[in-house]
């Protein structure tokens, strides 16, 4: 199987900081990646797919970008609603992975 | 708007089976493959299945593979989960969710999830 690698675990930060999340595939996986943000007691939700296409009604502070084994999620100016956790997720071949989450808080 | 909701979830002991059930609304539902996301409590995601819109893909995580069978009905819009010999690792909330395409693409839309507690 695939290994995602998140870094960091954990993250803090304040509003309007410029946060950036890494993650790390322990083979190529083309650009078949996507990013997730996860609200407690919530279900994740798309933020980023194929690596760097923003999903639709996603704000435009949210990109992505990497291809091969390095990737990163980029908040250009943190908002008090994106404390959450952040999960990438491999989908370049069964078993699809996740990485173990980035925490995201406030600082 | 899509909505996906789970069902089944409850208080099961080690050793006993469970089915969950997902009811797919807002889209067309055999025109996308399906999965089956888990997440312990305090922990992170975990793909652990997934079936194409036909029936003729259909995967597993290792961790799950030959204890459960992922299934479809495109008549009743639904998706299921047998799971037979659970374990206390089994427990978490498992969420049900929407591919973008009919073939393994990427999860677009999540169900609220539905918790599975396995104890004695």
């Known amino acids: 199987d695939i290994q995602m690698t998140q870094s960091p675990s954990t993250l803090s930060a304040s509003v309007g900081d410029r946060v950036t999340i890494t993650c790390r595939a322990s083979q190529s996986i083309s650009t078949w990646l996507a990013w997730y943000q996860q609200k407690p007691g919530k279900a994740p939700t798309l933020l980023i797919y194929r690596a760097s296409s923003l999903q639709k009604g996603v704000p435009s502070r949210f990109s992505g970008s990497g291809s091969g084994t390095e990737f990163t999620l980029t908040i250009s100016s943190l908002q008090p609603d994106d404390f959450a956790t952040y999960y990438c997720q491999q989908y370049s071949q069964y078993s699809w992975t996740f990485g173990q989450g980035t925490k995201m808080e406030i600082k | 708007e899509v909505q996906l909701v789970e069902s089944g979830g409850a208080l099961v002991q080690p050793g006993r089976s469970l089915r969950l059930s997902c009811v797919g609304s807002g889209f067309a539902f055999d025109d996308h493959a399906m999965h089956w996301v888990r997440q312990a409590p305090g922990k992170g995601l975990e793909w652990i299945s997934g079936?194409?819109?036909?029936?003729?893909?259909?995967d597993y995580a290792d961790s799950v593979k030959g204890r459960f069978t992922i299934s479809r009905d495109n008549a009743k819009n639904s998706l299921y989960l047998q799971m037979n010999g659970l374990t206390a690792d089994d427990t978490a909330v498992y969420y049900c969710?929407?591919?973008?395409?009919?073939?393994?693409?990427?999860?677009?839309?999540w169900g609220q999830g539905t918790l599975v507690t396995v104890s004695s």
């Open positions: 079936i194409n819109w036909n029936d003729e893909d259909i």
């Open positions: 969710a929407k591919d973008i395409a009919s073939a393994p693409g990427y999860i677009d839309s």
